[in-house]
Nanobody, 128 residues
Framework: QVQLVESGGDSVQPGGSLRLSCSHS????????VGWFRQAPGKEREGISC????????RYSDPVKGRFTISRDRFKNIVYLQMNGLQPEDTAHYYC?????????????????????WGQGTPVTVSS
């Protein structure tokens, strides 16, 4: 069982920045991925970024590429999502999740069905 807890959600004005944190319990799998997802009211959950535990390789969805940055602190078991240039369309509930099925040659994926464990999420609101 893996526990994940998100924090850092807040209300900001357009153009603002936030840093979300995903604190997870120790994962003993040799290779795993941690992803960030979001779900806006009335919309499906979408994957926005993920990071490989082994080599730190990252992936981003097109809507956030160039504005959001995912990173990890391996010693503290925390994955961060730095969000810059926030816009009203970024308003959503943000979740992190862990995929424990990666192999050494795999790259993390943004498909939510691949992920085994989820946090409860943290809300982000962008409005003027």
């Amino acid at each position: 069982q893996v526990q994940l807890v998100e924090s850092g959600g807040d209300s900001v004005q357009p153009g603002g920045s936030l840093r979300l944190s995903c604190s997870h319990s120790t994962i003993t799998a040799d290779y795993f991925g941690v992803g960030w997802f979001r779900q806006a009211p009335g919309k499906e959950r979408e994957g926005i970024s993920c990071i490989n535990s082994s080599d730190g390789a990252t992936r981003y969805s097109d809507p956030v590429k160039g504005r959001f940055t995912i990173s990890r602190d391996r010693f503290k078991n925390i994955v961060y999502l730095q969000m810059n240039g926030l816009q009203p369309e970024d308003t959503a509930h943000y979740y992190c999740a862990a995929d424990l099925k990666l192999f050494r040659s795999n790259m993390c994926d943004l498909s939510s069905w691949l992920y085994d464990y989820w946090g409860q999420g943290t809300p982000v609101t962008v409005s003027s």
